[in-house]
């Protein structure tokens, strides 16, 4: 049987869910965050590892990751962010970057670069 285009991707969600369900009934606490990272195995780079972390503080933006709030005073579930990776995606039946993911890393790099220089200078003039 041949894998249709996002099956893959739609899987990977449902089973996700599941277990960010599963943390959230087997975690007592009224505010947390869980912390998904997911990258590929170095030997078999089509199989994703993935981690779930709980932690009390919202920690910053990390690559490969996803970050939840649960807050189950409001039964609240909010995906604040969701980042790519650093390996580069590849196109298919080819070696090379798809240009869409240079091109994103491209226009991340400036506004990451930009923030840091307005930091420098709100700093300097203080």
């Known amino acids: 049987m041949t ?17 960010i369900e599963k943390i959230i009934n087997e975690t007592p606490r009224e505010k947390y965050y869980i912390l998904v990272h997911g990258k590929p195995f170095p030997n078999q780079p089509n199989v994703i590892k993935m981690k779930y972390v709980i932690i009390d503080r919202k920690p910053s933006m990390m690559l490969s990751c996803m970050l939840f709030e649960v807050d189950n005073r409001k039964g609240s579930l909010k995906l604040l962010w969701a980042l790519p990776g650093d390996w580069p995606v590849l196109a298919v039946d080819q070696k090379e970057p798809v240009p869409e993911t240079i091109a994103s890393y ?9 923030k840091m220089t307005n930091r420098f200078f709100e700093k300097e003039s203080a």
């Open 3 to 19: 894998q249709q285009l996002g099956e893959t991707r739609e899987q990977m969600a449902r089973d996700l869910m599941k277990r």
């Open 106 to 114: 491209n226009r991340l790099d400036r506004v990451i670069k930009l």
